[in-house]
């Protein structure tokens, strides 16, 4: 089993910043790759950003050049720097790694951008 303790989730204005971590526990052995995920309400899942174990970093359309992924391989962790940030950045962020071929979710933190 893998465990997750996400957090850095919050409130924030329009144009600022938010960084959010997640760190992973347990079963950590294999994991290939870790990366962040986010759901508002009323829409499906979208990827946000992810990063392999190599270093080779995928970015969803819509926060290419505002995100940046990065990992701590000795740590578990993995954050998500958030720049410039729009009330449509507001959802639900779930971290989610890829260990053997399988998917595992963390609980998700709650992002939100409004003045």
């Known amino acids: 089993q893998v465990q997750f303790v996400e957090s850095g989730g919050g409130l924030v204005q329009p144009g600022g910043s938010l960084r959010i971590s997640c760190a992973a526990s347990g079963s950590t052995v294999g994991i290939y790759a870790m990366g962040w995920y986010r759901q508002a309400p009323g829409k499906q899942r979208e990827l946000v950003a992810i990063?392999?174990?190599?270093?080779?970093?995928n970015y969803g359309i819509s926060v290419k050049g505002r995100f940046t992924i990065s990992r701590d391989n000795a740590k578990n962790t993995v954050y998500l720097q958030m720049s410039s940030l729009k009330p449509e950045d507001t959802a639900v962020y779930y971290c989610?790694?890829?260990?053997?071929?399988?998917?595992?979710w963390g609980q998700g933190t709650q992002v939100t951008v409004s003045s």
């Open positions: 989610k790694i890829i260990r053997f071929g399988a998917d595992y």
């Open positions: 990063i392999n174990s190599g270093g080779s970093t």
